[in-house]
């Protein structure tokens, strides 16, 4: 037996090399989970000095198998992918999920929770809408359901958080465009949806500070999740008004940047890389038809996977523990640099 002590099921989790939702279903339900994966979670009991705490477990048990996922806008391929890797994780592990969009709107994110909270989930993992959100309404909802946001921080509402390091995306971004041609102006909706976009347009005007360069930034008008016609009306009028100022453009995110691929091309401004090519253009996020893109769009890519595998872990220790937090969980990951034919 090891002489190290397990103190909780991740850390279980890690040294055994099993899933976290698998060993979620398996003490739930040792039958639910294939007999070969039986005998190795069981082996590795036998051999680390773990076991789970089987009072907080059965009290958790009278609880619902529910737990609900909270997106802001469905329809965003983004959200769609992420919460697709959430629902198959928490299936996983031995639990029903409920997913809700908020469609962009506050009203819709609380009766998202209020329906939820209706049927006493075992937890929730929830992406706010940010600015939009009534944050007094997710402190309440925070204080009554173990709660583990994702994408969005709000505050430290919460007993985790998962999401992206802009900084250091955005910088990443910054400075291979600034190494491989001309500086770029950032694209960006000037009353974002979505708070990441403020801290996207901070590490812009730091990164570009900081290499020397002027930095420049197009504001464009719109409010709604429409990304793409909002970044096509708003890439027309920044070419025929030849506000760009350089031959690179920064979008905010990916969506944005396929609608001004397509302002460009009406234009008849060829975007790419090499002789003949009139503007680079890149984005942010690596939207799913990022690569299909004329030309395929440059990006920086989030990972999906990590998020949602953290946070999926995160609400199963909550569930099981039946404990909440001395103090809020903050994960970053770091984006990483995805080289196409647009930048």
């Given at each position: 037996m090891?002489?190290?002590?397990?103190?909780?099921?991740?850390?279980f989790?890690?040294?055994?090399?099993i899933?976290r939702?698998?060993l979620?279903?398996?003490?739930?339900d040792?039958?639910?989970?294939?007999?070969?994966?039986?005998?190795?979670?069981?082996?590795?009991?036998e051999?680390?000095?773990y076991?789970?705490?089987?009072?907080?477990?059965?009290q958790?048990r009278?609880?619902?198998?529910?737990?609900?996922i909270?997106v802001?806008?469905?329809?965003?391929?983004?959200f769609a992918?992420?919460?697709?890797?959430?629902?198959n994780?928490?299936?996983?592990?031995?639990?029903r999920?409920?997913?809700?969009?908020?469609?962009?709107?506050?009203?819709?994110?609380?009766e998202?929770?209020d329906?939820?909270?209706?049927?006493?989930?075992?937890?929730v993992?929830?992406?706010?809408?940010g600015?939009?959100s009534?944050?007094s309404?997710?402190?309440?909802?925070?204080?009554?359901?173990?709660?583990?946001?994702?994408?969005?921080?709000?505050?430290?509402?919460?007993?985790?958080?998962?999401?992206?390091?802009?900084?250091?995306?955005?910088?990443?971004?910054v400075?291979?465009?600034?190494?491989?041609?001309?500086?770029?102006?950032?694209f960006?909706?000037?009353?974002p949806?979505?708070?990441?976009?403020?801290?996207?347009?901070?590490?812009?005007?730091?990164?570009?500070?900081?290499?020397?360069?002027?930095?420049?930034?197009?504001?464009?008008?719109?409010?709604?999740w429409?990304f793409?016609?909002?970044?096509?009306?708003?890439g027309?009028?920044?070419?025929?008004?030849r506000?760009l100022?350089t031959?690179?453009?920064?979008?905010?995110?990916?969506?944005?940047?396929?609608?001004?691929l397509?302002?460009?091309?009406?234009?008849?401004?060829?975007?790419?890389?090499?002789?003949?090519?009139?503007?680079?253009?890149?984005?942010?996020?690596?939207?799913?038809?990022?690569?299909?893109?004329c030309?395929?769009?440059?990006?920086?890519?989030?990972?999906?996977?990590a998020?949602?595998?953290r946070?999926v872990?995160?609400?199963?220790?909550?569930?099981?523990?039946?404990?909440?937090?001395?103090?809020?969980?903050?994960?970053l990951?770091?984006?990483?640099?995805?080289?196409?034919e647009?930048?």
């Open positions: 090891s002489d190290s002590k397990i103190r909780n099921m991740e850390e989790a890690s040294v055994s090399g899933s939702p698998t979620s279903k398996y003490f739930n040792p039958e639910s989970v294939r007999a070969s994966t039986r005998k190795k979670i069981e082996s590795a009991l051999t680390y000095d076991r789970p705490n089987i009072y907080a477990m059965n958790n009278r609880l619902t198998k529910n737990i609900g909270v802001p806008y469905l329809a965003d391929p983004f992918e992420i919460a697709r890797i959430i629902e994780l928490v299936i996983e592990g031995g639990f999920p409920i997913l809700l969009s908020s469609h962009g709107g506050t009203r819709q994110e609380i998202n929770l329906s939820l909270r209706s049927i006493r989930p075992a937890g993992l929830l992406a706010p809408l600015r939009r009534d944050v309404a997710i402190e309440s909802f925070c204080a009554e359901v173990p709660t583990v946001l994702f994408d969005n921080s709000i505050g430290d509402l919460g007993e985790a958080f998962f999401g992206l390091n802009n900084p250091q995306s955005v910088g990443l971004m400075e291979y465009l600034c190494s491989t041609g001309e500086a770029p102006v950032f960006e909706m000037r009353t949806t979505n708070p990441n976009a403020y801290k996207r347009r901070s590490a812009y005007l730091g990164t570009m500070e900081k290499l020397g360069q002027t930095p420049q930034l197009i504001q464009i008008e719109g409010e709604t429409d793409e016609a909002i970044g096509y009306e708003g027309l009028k920044a070419i025929r008004h506000q100022g031959n690179t453009v920064l979008c905010s995110n990916d969506r944005l940047a396929i609608g001004f397509a302002a460009a091309y009406e234009c008849g401004l060829r975007v790419g890389r090499g002789p003949g090519t009139a503007l680079r253009v890149a984005g942010h996020d690596d939207h799913p038809y990022a690569r299909f893109t030309p395929p769009l440059t990006t920086v890519t989030q990972d999906y996977a998020i949602a595998t946070s872990e995160a609400i199963l220790d909550l569930i099981e523990s039946g404990e909440r937090r001395d103090s809020r969980d903050t994960v990951f770091a984006g990483t640099l995805i080289e196409r647009s930048a």
